[in-house]
């Protein structure tokens, strides 16, 4: 059974520290994917990345960046958390071209 | 960049009606997915579908990529298929996926 898993689905944490979202994938998939979801607006791409240190910026990269050291995992990290990151975000994997994308369970954070 | 509208954006239906979904995109593409998101928020894959027709179980779907639409159908509706539906697409040369804001479904028994 393919699995993309993030590591928490729960977080609460104060604002202005430095948050770590973290996304691991089995399935050897090329491209990682962090998004977004608030209501009313859908899924928004906050970034992603399509090979090992590779990285590019989504719809709304403002206030996050990423890392991605090793294939399997893909990681996002606010900076300094604002209350307007409170938000659920889901990772994603892919293979590269064209492929069925596979979400993770999801980490709904809020930020108080 | 690419546009993704799905209609209707909320529905509710009894327990064992059928229902259409609607998705619009404003530019070829190469690759088309249907999604589920459960209440606890997995979006779980229904579909891969950039043309052509496909059913699984109760649920089919139908893309025709010259017209830029795609539509998937729900028979016999149960209470687990409740949740909201996203159509996501990727055009030619891009790696990622632009999603609808999706059809929010409640079935009541």
């Known amino acids: 059974d393919v699995k993309v898993t993030q590591s928490s689905r729960y977080l609460v944490k104060r604002t202005g520290e430095k948050v770590f979202l973290e996304c691991v994938q089995d399935?050897?998939?090329?491209?990682m994917f962090w998004y977004r979801q608030d209501p009313g607006l859908g899924l928004r791409l906050i970034y992603f990345?399509?090979?090992?240190?590779?990285?590019e910026k989504g719809d709304i990269p403002e206030g996050y960046s990423v890392s991605r050291e090793k294939k399997e995992r893909f990681s996002l990290i606010l900076e300094s958390a604002s209350t307007n990151q409170t938000s659920m975000y889901l990772c994603?994997?892919?293979?590269?071209?064209?492929?069925?994308?596979?979400f993770g369970q999801g980490t709904r954070l809020t930020v108080v | 960049g690419i546009q993704v509208e799905q209609s209707p954006p909320d529905l509710i239906l009894q327990e064992g009606a059928n229902s259409t979904l609607r998705c619009n995109f404003s530019?070829?593409?190469?690759?088309l997915q249907w999604f589920h998101q459960n209440p606890w928020g997995q979006l779980i894959n229904l579909f891969y579908i950039p043309s052509g027709t496909k059913q699984n179980g109760r649920l089919s779907a139908t893309t025709v990529a010259t017209e830029r639409y795609s539509l998937l159908y729900i028979s016999s509706s149960q209470t687990t298929d409740s949740g909201v539906y996203f159509c996501?697409?990727?055009?030619?040369?891009?790696?990622?996926?632009?999603f609808g804001t999706g059809t929010r479904l409640l079935v009541s028994p």
């Open positions: 994603a994997s892919s293979p590269t071209g064209v492929g069925v994308a596979f």
């Open positions: 996501a697409v990727q055009r030619p040369g891009f790696q990622k996926l632009v």
């Open positions: 399935m050897d998939h090329e491209n």
């Open positions: 990345s399509y090979d090992v240190k590779m990285k």
């Open positions: 530019d070829s593409v190469n690759n």
